[in-house]
């Protein structure tokens, strides 16, 4: 639903927080993230604080849920800071 440059990340952590619950950052001696450093191409979607808004209503008929048939899932391998999910896409 996103076009344009913005909203998709918002919209992917609010769907994480709800399904999920807490989001922890654990302190920088732990672990660390950093975002690289990138320039956004073509404009800005001017749409996405209307997406944002009902993000938690369009979970069941967008996302994840609207690719059942494209993706298969492989294995799941819990770590203690993060959880790796590998899928592997049908007809590949």
Known sequence: MYSGW???DDDFYQRIQHHFGLIERYPSDVARCMMIKHEHEGSSNVERQKLLTNVLQRLSVDG???????YVRKSIEFYP????????LNGT
């Open 64 to 70: 994840l849920s609207s690719l059942n048939q494209t």
């Open 81 to 88: 800071l993060y959880t790796k999910i590998r899928v592997e």
């Open 6 to 8: 913005g909203g998709e």
